[in-house]
């Protein structure tokens, strides 16, 4: 008898389905695609050597949240590989700006801003357990750790207006590169929690990329799952909760759009309304390539970093950020870019390398953004042209089709405003439970939002177990000891 059903498998249905069948439930998972992992999935796309992350490659949050330090990703066998210099921002006149995960070498390369960046990120990696405990909560209840929370909300508030206490084009760019990863308007409270939370994890617990690629961790969820009874079922896309007949529990890892279609006419009218409130953010546009090198940035700094930000100037982020959230196409977008095999050398292959690059365009943008993207790379690695053997382009209004949790090409599942921050994806004291009798929401439209941290669905279960079982106690999620490796 299945006890709950998960609709979904990114890594908050996963999240949520480990902590269930821990808790002693049987569960029973259901995904659209044919492959498990949602935004962790990694595969061949041009050359059968040579994986690609589709969509996740870096995982500062699955190394740090509380989910993925109880479940313990390294004693099961996934190995996150930190590269010793997590970013790099390389600037339109050749200087580069570089954030090692040592602070001091940060500062020193960040000139008179040195002092600056150490006061301001020093204090958060010394306490970075509770700072993101406190980022990557359910955000409704009151902070353990008094002085985490003042430190963060004291340079959030400093950060999250116009003015930059930064006195060097470098330190400026370096930490508005970070904010951009809030996908919206610059600045806002939102974007500046977003670059404190990852800024100063990659001077703590790093940005690394797991060994092999990101599908490692969805994998070793799911081998969790099954070693404690869950079964699951792919290719099947759930378009109507009545598909799951009478369990109990249901837990949801979808976007409220497809809740709303899944739920019909069984949604109260009250909910229903705000829910279709509920706004999607400006899309992402993937370009991968297949390249015969390491990507040759002009300026040889760059070419140590995990991941690298091309936005140009403070300035320039600002204004691409804001017109992309405005819904206005610019030029020269905002774009990650990661050589995965930096990091990870077992990524390259035959002389034959992944290249993984994302452009900040507007929601629903219809172009594809291959050129557009390698055009970017070029401006800053002259000569990347050449070495590429062969490329794909997602454009933001396909991405909807490839997982419709990203409504169009809104890769956060719901737009970063301070508002849907908090009411995510309605204002309600449990944000996971809704008005139908046993279903939960926990995908990352509910809080704390996007990226792989497991969290959405570690709380979404926890509220389950508590609200529909009685249990308070999380149950333990360690590897035993036969799952160790
Ligand atoms: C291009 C890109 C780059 C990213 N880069 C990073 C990064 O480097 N680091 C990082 O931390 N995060 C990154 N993210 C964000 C991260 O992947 C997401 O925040 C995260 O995967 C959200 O997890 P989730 O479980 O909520 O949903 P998802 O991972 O989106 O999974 C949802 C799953 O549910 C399935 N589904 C939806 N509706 C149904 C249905 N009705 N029936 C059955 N199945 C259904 C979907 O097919 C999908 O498999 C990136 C995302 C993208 C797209």
Redesign the pocket.
């Known amino acids: 008898m299945t006890d709950a059903a998960v609709?979904?498998?990114?890594?908050?249905?996963?999240?949520a389905a480990v902590t269930l069948a821990r808790a002693g439930l049987q569960v029973a998972l259901?995904?659209?695609?044919d492959t498990?992992?949602?935004?962790?999935?990694t595969a061949p796309l041009f050359d059968s050597d040579v994986v690609h992350?589709?969509?996740?490659?870096?995982?500062?949050?699955?190394a740090a949240s509380t989910f993925f330090r109880a479940f313990d990703l390294g004693a099961r066998g996934v190995r996150l590989l930190q590269p010793g210099m997590p970013y790099a921002h390389p600037l339109p006149d050749g200087r580069a700006a570089a954030a090692w995960r040592d602070i001091a070498r940060t500062a020193e390369g960040l000139g008179a801003d040195g002092p600056r960046w150490t006061r301001l990120m020093a204090p958060l990696a010394e306490r970075s357990g509770a700072v993101v405990d406190l980022v990557l909560s359910s955000q409704r209840s009151l902070p353990r750790d008094l002085t985490a929370a003042v430190l963060l909300a004291s340079r959030a508030l400093a950060h999250g207006t116009a003015r930059t206490p930064f006195a060097t084009e470098e330190a400026r760019a370096l930490l508005t590169g970070v904010a951009a990863h809030a996908v919206g308007k610059l600045p806002s409270p939102t974007s500046a929690v977003v670059a404190l939370l990852l800024g100063h994890a990659a001077h703590s617990s790093g940005w690394p990329l797991a060994e092999g690629g990101?599908a490692r961790i969805a994998d070793a969820l799911a081998a969790d799952i099954i070693a404690h009874g869950g079964t699951i079922h792919t290719g099947?896309?759930?378009?109507d909760l009545a598909e799951l007949g009478d369990v109990p529990l249901v837990m949801l890892?979808?976007?409220p759009k497809?809740f709303l279609a899944?739920a019909g006419q069984r949604m109260p009218s009250r909910y229903a309304r705000a829910l279709r409130r509920y706004r999607y953010g400006p899309g992402?546009a993937?370009a991968d390539f297949l390249v015969s090198e390491p990507i040759p940035w002009a300026n040889p700094l760059v070419r140590q970093a995990g991941?690298v930000h091309l936005g140009g100037t403070h300035s320039d982020i600002v204004r691409q950020e804001t017109a992309t959230a405005a819904g206005r196409a610019v030029p020269d977008p905002f774009v990650?870019v990661?050589d995965p095999a930096v990091t990870d050398p077992s990524r390259a292959a035959s002389g034959r390398r992944p290249v993984w690059a994302?452009a900040h365009v507007p929601h629903g943008d219809e172009r594809d953004p291959t050129d557009l993207i390698r055009r970017r790379i070029e401006e800053y690695a002259p000569g990347f042209s050449d070495t590429i053997v062969a490329s794909r382009g997602?454009p933001a209004a396909q991405?909807e089709e490839?997982?419709?949790?990203?409504v169009g090409g809104d890769?956060?599942?719901g737009a970063m405003t301070l508002r849907q921050s908090l009411a995510r994806p309605v204002a309600r004291w449990d944000p996971y439970r809704t008005p139908l009798p046993g279903v939960y929401l926990?995908?990352?439209?509910t809080p704390p939002?996007?990226?792989?941290?497991g969290m959405?669905?570690y709380l979404a279960a926890r509220s389950a177990l508590r609200t529909r079982y009685g249990l308070r106690t999380p149950p333990d999620l360690s590897p035993k000891p036969k799952e160790r490796v």
């Open positions: 609709v979904g498998t990114g890594p908050n249905g996963l999240a259901f995904e659209k695609a498990i992992g949602g935004g962790l999935r992350d589709i969509c996740s490659a870096v995982h500062p949050m699955a990101s099947h896309h759930v378009r890892d979808i976007s497809e899944a992402a993937k991941t990650l990661v994302y997602l991405y490839y997982n419709p949790n990203y890769i956060a599942a926990c995908s990352a439209s939002g996007p990226s792989v941290h959405c669905g």
